[in-house]
């Protein structure tokens, strides 16, 4: 089920509750509550997503661990696409928990320029 993200300085930003709940986590939040970031945490947010590490992220996608564990699996489907259409580039390339924050790091800045906060859930 998707979460939304409102805000009256910005647009609606809708992501999937899986990574919502990845990213409010870090915050010490929850997606399956409604809830609100304040004005005033909103830097401590943003600092929080933009040090994000994929290497030290257990659940991100780009952690090594997941990364070995999935060499075995690509390298089987390489194989069988040779006969197949070239697959386009990124589609089987992981998306970090880093990468998924940038829309949301782009929101809380927008809010935290208008001097709004952000909900969720309601």
């Known amino acids: 089920m998707p979460v939304t993200f ?15 709940e990845a990213l409010l986590k ?13 004005v005033a945490d909103m830097p401590h947010a943003l600092s929080t997503f933009r040090a994000l590490d994929p290497d030290q992220l257990p659940d991100s996608p780009a952690s090594p661990n997941t990364a070995q564990a999935g060499e075995g699996t ?12 070239p697959p386009v580039g990124f589609q089987d390339e992981p998306v970090s928990l880093r990468q998924r924050a940038a829309p949301f790091i782009r929101l809380i800045e927008q809010a935290q320029a208008g001097g709004k906060p952000i909900v969720w859930g309601v």
């Open 6 to 20: 409102k805000s009256q300085a910005t647009g609606n930003l809708v992501m999937l509750s899986a990574h919502a």
């Open 74 to 85: 690509h390298a089987a489907d390489a194989e069988k696409r040779q006969d197949d259409k």
């Open 26 to 38: 870090l915050l010490g939040k929850t997606a399956a509550q409604p809830g609100i970031l304040e």
